[in-house]
C-alpha cells in the first residue's frame, strides 16, 4: 500500500469553478506539502501544514492529523492554475503523492 | 535572495557515462536534498545532505552518490549511466529541513 494517496489523477475545470485535491497518507508526519509544478518542471512550494487551515490569494489548504486526510482547494479557478499539484509528506525525507494534473479551461 | 541554482539545465549523456549535476542553494540554507522524477516512479528522494554530511539516503543503488561542499553548495554524481537514469533531477534546499525552495532541475537525457 502507497504510504500517500492523491486524488484525482486528473481534473479539467472550466474557468471560475471550485477546485478541491484531496491528499490521504498512512504514516506520521511532521508536516505536509503542497507543491505546484508547471510544464517545464519548476516545483513551487505552495504550503507547508502541521495542523489546521491556511490560505495565500486563492488557494486553501487543510489537513486533519487525525484522520491523515489534506485537501488543497482553488477558488474562481484561472487557466494560470493548470499545473500537477503534488502532496508531499514530511518525515525524515519528503514522500511525494502522484500529482493531480488540473488543467483550468476559459 | 537568489533563488536555488541547477546547472547544468539539460544534458545528453551516453550509457557508461557518468554525470555530475550541481546545485547552489539559498544562501544561509545548510540543506540541500536531490531528487529524481521519472514518468513511471513519479518524484523520488535521492539524499539528503547537511552541513557537508549526508543526513539521509533513498532507496536507489550506489551509483547515485552526492557530496556537499563547505559553502553548502551540493553535487550529485551518477556513475555507469542506465537508460533508466533519463530523468529530470531536482534539488531543493532548506534552512531549517522543513520548508523547501526546489531548483528547475536539470534534465538528465541517456541515450
Known amino acids: 500500500k502507497n504510504e500517500v494517496e492523491q486524488s484525482p489523477q486528473n481534473l479539467t475545470a472550466q474557468e471560475g469553478e471550485f477546485i478541491t485535491i484531496n491528499c490521504s497518507y498512512s504514516v506520521g508526519i511532521s508536516a505536509l506539502h503542497w507543491l505546484q509544478q508547471h510544464p517545464g518542471g519548476g516545483i513551487v512550494s505552495l504550503f507547508m501544514l502541521s495542523s489546521g487551515k491556511k490560505k495565500h490569494g486563492r488557494l486553501i489548504a487543510t489537513i486533519n492529523i487525525q484522520e491523515k486526510h489534506s485537501s488543497l482547494h482553488i477558488t474562481a479557478s484561472h487557466p494560470r492554475d493548470s499545473a500537477v499539484y503534488i502532496c508531499?509528506?514530511?518525515?525524515?525525507?519528503?514522500?511525494f503523492g502522484t500529482g493531480t494534473r488540473l488543467q483550468v479551461f476559459p | 535572495k537568489a533563488g536555488v541554482t541547477q546547472t547544468p539545465r539539460y544534458l545528453i549523456k551516453t550509457r557508461g557515462q557518468q554525470v555530475t549535476l550541481s546545485c547552489s542553494p539559498i544562501?544561509?540554507?545548510?540543506?540541500v536534498s536531490w531528487y529524481q522524477q521519472t514518468p513511471g516512479q513519479g518524484l523520488q528522494f535521492l539524499f539528503e545532505y547537511f552541513s557537508e554530511t549526508q543526513r539521509n539516503k533513498g532507496n536507489f543503488p550506489g551509483r547515485f552518490s552526492g557530496r556537499q561542499f563547505s559553502n553548502s553548495r551540493s553535487e550529485m554524481n551518477v556513475s555507469t549511466l542506465e537508460l533508466g537514469d533519463s530523468a529530470l533531477y531536482l534539488c531543493?534546499?532548506?534552512?531549517?529541513?522543513?520548508?523547501?525552495?526546489f531548483g528547475s532541475g536539470t534534465r538528465l537525457t541517456v541515450v
Open positions: 544562501s544561509g540554507h545548510r540543506s
Open positions: 508531499a509528506l514530511n518525515t525524515d525525507k519528503l514522500i
Open positions: 531543493a534546499s532548506s534552512e531549517t529541513g522543513d520548508g523547501y525552495t
